[in-house]
């Protein structure tokens, strides 16, 4: 790791990446790298892969930064250059401080040692003393919460034991710099919160944080900006709300469609409304599963603006009409129509219902086509939300579905840089501060 990057000390920051590159070579075949040795760069057996390509960013001292990307888009090869784990092809690098990292599980364990051995072991190697290891020690064994298996080797532990005692080593050692690849999402979802409260202990003392995550929630929650990284590019910089809604469009964009949002994005110069609004996002629900027709066909599902322009993105606070198309292929008695409201993890949240269960619903003869239409008000947090439809009537003496389609219309709900919403819901809440008197 290069510390050659010429900066006031004033304005030093903790990380500084210059014009960075990894290029990696791959070759088809075993034999190739033998023939490459051999031929010693007059012929070429292999096919470079920049894995990192001309990547430029600063992370000033205190600041917390989350890097997202799809798989294979560089974030954990850039990771490994900035810690030192890999050198880089070309660029320039400085990193200011003592560095903790958490990047790939079990990296820096040794499986023959016991947990108790690794810590020490792990505690050297981030530099703390040892007169500094015995004195956290203690603490480090408390955080990870492993007292009952510390003197068994660690190649018996689960990988949620290898998260804990990996991080709890991290945070204790007091780091400048915290980096953290993802490893988090292994571990169960109390250590998670304890790793969460003490990443926002670590911010508050003023440590420098860096990591990756596929959890939007956790990038936007802890993070004061995020990077978007692309076929090893940062396509995008800024706040984490709007960097957020941007991977997302990214990630839901398919075959030419992706090129020319991969483009907007890089390039274009608008705000994050303006994207929305002009409904630049191009999604298709991967999940969708339509259940058999039995006397109905569901069709031409979408939302729409309340002057009737169809939308797939929407804003929080605004009206909306979700709405859908019924063909019924034989007469139906006492016809109910039915809609769904669910997270990306499939979390109900609501629905309603065409009629009053108590009231009669209408009867429609077959070849007939109702129109439905849901006006609704946008409560929801920025996110992704799938909606499910529906179709029954009285067949037989009795209720059943005629036809049903789950995750049938995917959308999202643009994040607001200004907005303090937190969660998938706004319950409209007014917060009141009032003095106590004695």
């Known amino acids: 790791m290069t510390n050659s990057i010429p900066v006031s000390e004033q304005d ?11 290029v990696f070579n791959i070759y088809r075949r075993p034999i190739d790298r033998l023939k490459q040795a051999i031929f010693r760069g ?10 990192v390509y001309d990547v430029s960013f600063t992370v000033p001292r205190r600041q917390t930064v989350g890097i997202v990307g799809e798989n294979g888009s560089g974030k954990s090869t850039l990771l490994q250059i900035i810690t030192g784990l890999l050198s880089q092809t070309t660029g320039e690098v400085a990193v200011e401080g003592r560095v903790s990292a958490l990047l790939e599980l079990g990296a820096g364990f040794n499986p023959v040692f016991t947990g108790r051995e690794n810590i020490v072991m792990n505690a050297a190697i981030l530099g703390l003393t040892e007169a500094e290891v015995a004195e956290r020690f203690d603490e480090i064994v408390k955080f990870s919460g492993l007292e009952e298996f510390l003197d068994r080797p660690v ?3 689960s990988s949620g ?9 991290a945070v204790c050692a007091d780091p400048d710099i ?3 690849d993802e490893a988090l999402a292994v571990g169960d979802e109390a250590f998670q919160r304890k790793c969460f409260s003490r990443i926002e202990e670590m911010q508050k003392r003023g440590a420098t944080i860096l990591f990756v995550s596929h959890a939007a929630g956790m990038i936007t929650q802890l993070c004061d900006r995020a990077l978007l990284l692309d ?16 991977y997302r469009r990214l990630s839901h964009a398919h075959g030419g469609d992706r090129e020319q949002v991969r483009a907007e994005i890089k390039g274009a110069d608008f705000t994050v409304e303006q994207a929305f609004e002009d409904n630049i996002a191009e999604m298709k629900s ?18 729409e603006s309340l002057e009737g322009r169809p939308l797939n993105v929407l804003l929080r606070g605004r009206r909306y009409v979700f709405a859908y198309d019924v063909t019924f292929e034989r007469n139906a008695e006492a016809v109910r129509f039915g809609m769904f409201i669910k997270t990306f993890q499939g979390l109900e949240l609501g629905g309603r219902t065409s009629s009053d269960r108590k009231l009669r619903a209408p009867d429609y003869p077959c070849g007939a086509t109702i129109s439905l239409a849901y006006e609704f008000s946008c409560n929801l947090g920025p996110g992704t939300y799938f909606l499910n439809v529906g179709v029954n009537a009285i067949v037989d003496g009795e209720r059943r579905s005629l036809h049903r389609i789950m995750d049938a219309f995917m959308f999202q709900v643009a994040p607001d840089e200004e907005d ?7 319950f409209e809440i007014q917060v009141t501060a009032r003095h106590k008197l004695d």
Do not use: C
Not at 42 to 51: D, E, I, K, L
Not at 290 to 300: L, S, T
């Open 178 to 180: 915290l980096i953290v």
């Open 161 to 169: 034991m290898f998260v804990r005692l990996g991080f709890s080593v």
């Open 12 to 22: 030093r920051p903790a990380i500084d990446i210059r014009n960075v590159s990894k």
């Open 420 to 426: 303090t919403l937190n969660g998938s819901v706004d």
């Open 286 to 303: 991967q999940s969708q599963v339509e259940y058999v027709r039995d006397g109905a066909q569901i069709h031409n599902v979408r939302i």
């Open 155 to 157: 190649a018996t532990y």
């Open 231 to 246: 076929r090893g590019e940062i396509i995008a910089d800024g706040a984490p709300k709007g960097v957020i809604a941007q």
């Open 42 to 51: 007059h012929r070429n057996f292999f096919t470079p892969f920049p894995a």
